[in-house]
């Protein structure tokens, strides 16, 4: 966890940290430059808008490879990895999410570069989404 | 017994220009269990799931996602294209069953 530079990864559930370790093993990403879009309040957690961009030109040289979301208090964290390619020229993906309450979503971009840029956006939900 | 992964949706803008980056959007239906919810007996209901889509243009890779239970029902994706020339996408769902859905988009370019 000290790996990952505050505030992303401000108080994060362990089970999130470990599945981003999963994933980017021991490299420690920046702040920044990938975006999340989601309301701030949601009053269903059934079905949440969801906006990944990430600034980029999105050439075979300098691109984005992957990009991966986490709900940080879900009963489970992996939401969805988005895995992006230069024929889309530009990086963005959007779907539709579950959160179980109010919590955290936490967006890991990978670059063509290796570069990892991480951002967290919070989301405040009404009825949550995981269905008891 | 998986469940029914319903006829697949893709809508494209109606007039394309050459190099124009444009967005695709799909839905599917599908009930995306979570494995998390139980029954009235108390029996967990088990994963049953969306849990992966791919688009490929002419062969070549576009856009892939992996879906996690934490996907809302009846998957919503959307991602842009960058349309240099006329050819065809194609998109593939797969279930956790390994079962799939396909379907073709055609993409023309205006005049």
Same mark, same amino acid.
């Given at each position: 966890?000290?790996?990952?530079?505050?505030?992303?990864?401000?108080?994060?559930?362990?089970?999130?940290?470990?599945?981003?370790?999963?994933?980017?093993?021991?490299r420690t990403?920046?702040?920044?430059? %990938?975006?999340?879009?989601?309301?701030?309040?949601?009053?269903?957690?059934?079905?949440?808008?969801?906006?990944?961009?990430?600034?980029?030109?999105?050439?075979?040289?300098?691109?984005?490879?992957?990009?991966?979301?986490?709900?940080?208090?879900?009963?489970?964290?992996?939401?969805?990895?988005f895995r992006?390619?230069?024929?889309?020229?530009?990086?963005?993906?959007?779907?539709?999410?579950?959160?179980?309450?109010?919590?955290? %979503?936490?967006?890991?971009?990978?670059?063509?570069?290796?570069?990892?840029?991480?951002?967290?956006?919070?989301?405040?939900?009404?009825?949550?989404?995981?269905?008891? | 017994?998986?469940?029914?992964?319903?006829?697949?949706?893709?809508?494209?803008?109606?007039?394309?220009?050459?190099? @124009?980056?444009?967005?695709?959007?799909?839905?599917?239906?599908?009930?995306?269990?979570?494995?998390?919810?139980?029954?009235?007996?108390?029996?967990?209901?088990?994963?049953?799931?969306?849990?992966?889509?791919?688009?490929?243009?002419?062969?070549?890779?576009?856009?892939s996602m992996?879906?996690?239970?934490?996907?809302?029902?009846?998957?919503?994706?959307?991602?842009?294209?960058?349309? @240099?020339?006329?050819?065809?996408? @194609?998109?593939?769902?797969?279930?956790?069953?390994?079962?799939?859905?396909?379907?073709?988009?055609?993409?023309?370019?205006?005049?």
């Open positions: 966890l000290s790996l990952l530079p505050k505030p992303a990864a401000a108080q994060m559930e362990p089970a999130t940290a470990a599945a981003i370790r999963k994933i980017i093993g021991e990403p920046e702040e920044g430059r %990938v975006q999340l879009r989601l309301p701030p309040i949601a009053e269903n957690g059934n079905t949440v808008p969801l906006t990944v961009t990430v600034e980029s030109p999105m050439t075979a040289a300098d691109h984005v490879k992957a990009v991966h979301v986490f709900a940080d208090k879900n009963p489970t964290p992996d939401v969805a990895t992006f390619s230069p024929a889309m020229g530009r990086a963005q993906a959007d779907t539709r999410i579950r959160l179980g309450q109010t919590q955290d %979503v936490i967006a890991v971009a990978e670059m063509s570069d290796g570069k990892l840029y991480i951002s967290r956006a919070e989301v405040k939900v009404t009825i949550g989404g995981c269905g008891g | 017994m998986a469940a029914p992964i319903g006829q697949p949706r893709v809508r494209l803008p109606a007039q394309i220009k050459a190099g @124009e980056v444009i967005e695709i959007r799909t839905l599917i239906s599908h009930i995306m269990e979570t494995g998390q919810r139980r029954n009235q007996e108390g029996q967990i209901i088990p994963r049953d799931i969306i849990k992966s889509f791919t688009c490929t243009f002419e062969g070549q890779p576009v856009f992996d879906l996690h239970p934490a996907i809302s029902a009846n998957p919503y994706i959307a991602f842009p294209f960058k349309a @240099e020339r006329a050819g065809n996408l @194609e998109m593939v769902w797969t279930n956790d069953a390994g079962e799939q859905r396909k379907l073709t988009q055609a993409v023309r370019l205006a005049e």
